[in-house]
């Protein structure tokens, strides 16, 4: 970044790019052409960034210096007798760093769902042009709450920058909503415990649109689910975990993160890392095996963490003191 300090030309100018980025990114969706898709993923991801970037840079005091807005590594130096933080290289703020930097510049957090479009930046290098279109129109779907809330932030017009585009992303983005709550219908029978969210994603393309084949079974583990994006169908107990991390695969991601366990356990009695333990669910979402009581020689509460495998009435280390026993 050239300028050394943030005027309103180079506010216009970051906005003026993400703009660019945003329409070039529809107009290669809206092309038939399969390969285009990618580019379209690109750009559309690009601009999102960028706008957000851009929102950074409109709530810093102006003349800062653009890098120690948008930089995304800093080291301490030593300045003469001055201790100063200075951008340790060229390289700017992903997706992750954008959402910490809006809580720590107080702007409010970005809508929509980022995660989305981080996903697809990621996933870009390995898109199958099949699977592209879809891809695309659900990122394009993701981002529109979030576009929207940057040009507030911006107090701009999306109608006026990106015209046409605009409406288009609107257009996708009414479509998506009605097909994933064509999607959430079918699962509305299930009997699925405290009414657990439904959230499902493919495990083979990542589309959100995934159904259940037959909308009037209400059992769990009789569950077929088929994505509507890419066709392809999970049953029994992978179905189950479609299911199973879309509702705590965030949960047990954070917790893993932060070295903790759970929510998401090997079930004790069926083997499947289907278990869910948390504050509001304590049984196998596969073969609905509860642990419940107390162990039988120290008293101590049973739960999914700590009971013993092989029977289900002791703790693990008290079941290893009785193993020893018998071999003595
Ligand atoms: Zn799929
Ligand atoms: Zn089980
Ligand atoms: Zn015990």
């Not at 950074?56 to 800062?64: I, Q, Y």
């Not at 046409?164 to 029978?189: G, H, N, P």
């Not at 162990?295 to 290893?320: F, I, M, P, T």
């Amino acid at each position: 970044m050239p300028n050394k300090k943030i005027t309103s030309d180079l506010l216009q100018g970051l906005t003026h790019n993400a703009i660019a980025s945003l329409r070039m990114g529809v107009e290669d969706y809206q092309s038939n052409d399969a390969d285009r898709q990618l580019s379209a993923a690109r750009n559309f991801a690009a601009g999102t960034l960028l706008l957000g970037k851009a929102c950074l840079v409109n709530a810093a005091p102006p003349n800062s210096d653009p890098m120690a807005v948008l930089g995304a590594k800093f080291s301490p130096v030593i300045e003469g007798n001055e201790f100063v933080i200075k951008p340790a290289s060229a390289a700017t703020i992903d997706v992750e760093q954008l959402k910490k930097r809006f809580r720590d510049f107080g702007l409010p957090a970005p809508r929509g769902d980022l995660d989305r479009l981080t996903k697809l930046r990621n996933a870009i290098e390995h898109l199958h042009t099949d699977q592209g279109p879809q891809q695309v129109k659900e990122a394009i779907a993701a981002c529109f709450p979030t576009v929207l809330g940057f040009f507030e932030l911006l107090g701009r017009s999306p109608l006026e920058d990106l015209g046409a585009a605009w409406e288009t992303m609107q257009a996708v983005e009414s479509f998506q909503k009605e097909e994933a709550a064509r999607c959430a219908k079918t699962f509305e029978a299930v009997d699925w415990p405290n009414s657990l969210p439904i959230r499902p994603e493919c495990p083979e393309c990542g589309s959100a649109l995934v159904a259940q084949k037959n909308p009037a079974n209400s059992d769990p583990v009789m569950i077929k689910l088929r994505c509507l994006s890419c066709g392809s169908e999970k049953d029994d107990y992978q179905a189950i975990a479609v299911l199973v991390e879309g509702a705590f695969g965030g949960e047990a991601f954070r917790a893993a993160r932060d070295g903790a366990n759970g929510p998401i356990y090997d079930c004790p009695e069926c083997g499947h890392s289907l278990y869910i333990a948390n504050s509001e669910v304590n049984t196998c979402l596969y073969c609905g095996y509860e642990v419940d009581g107390a162990c039988s020689v120290c008293g101590e509460r049973l739960g999914v963490g700590n009971v013993d495998w092989e029977d289900h009435s002791l703790c693990s280390y008290h079941a290893y003191v009785a193993s020893k026993e018998r071999y003595r």
